[in-house]
């Protein structure tokens, strides 16, 4: 069993993913990505970065003669309600955003989930994720119209409320163009 230390530079195995570990609860590591999110790991799944990775000439042939062998396709349609849902869900409520809001006015609760939703909403660009949600809940409405500022400083999207019957009428689905 790998041990890690708070402070490795760890690359999670099955993902594009990789960090510096911030926390290490028995089996469970948590690390922070270059992007700042938080992601929780069993240690089994990570490998800790620039660790070689030694192969023999005998494996390094017999995966190429894998490779080249022709695999039979599968295709694997998605049903029409798995095709619209949504990659993405963003939950602006307070209590999702940090441990205490005690002692938090008004004003820097909203900076605070209009920062989330613009970290989250740049993640999304940047990974190439068309479809985000952004749950914002009813209250008074201040919060959906900065996130509607927000938006409108974007080129490339459009922004409709989600769908009534999974988030009722506080929340938002943002569809993200995607630049060739």
Wanted: proline share 2%.
């Amino acid at each position: 069993m790998n041990m890690f230390d708070i402070g490795d530079e760890v690359e999670v195995l099955d993902e594009a993913i990789s960090g510096r570990v911030i926390a290490v609860e028995g089996n469970q590591i948590t690390l922070m990505t270059a992007d700042g999110f938080p992601l929780k790991y069993s240690s089994n799944e990570l490998v800790r970065s620039g660790q070689g990775i030694h192969v023999s000439n005998f494996a390094v042939a017999k995966v190429k003669q894998e490779k080249e062998l022709p695999k039979k396709k599968t295709s694997i349609s998605k049903k029409p309600k798995e095709r619209n849902a949504p990659k993405m869900e963003v939950d602006l409520h307070i209590n999702q955003l940090v441990k205490s809001a005690k002692g938090l006015s008004n004003f820097e609760i909203l900076n605070l989930q209009l920062d989330a939703a613009k970290r989250q909403l740049e993640f999304a660009i940047k990974k190439r994720i068309q479809k985000v949600v952004f749950i914002h809940g009813v209250g008074e409405g201040v919060l959906k119209e900065e996130l509607y500022y927000l938006f409108n400083k974007y080129d490339h999207l459009k922004w409709y409320d989600a769908d009534y019957q999974k988030y009722g009428l506080g929340a938002t689905e943002v569809y993200v163009f995607q630049k060739n």
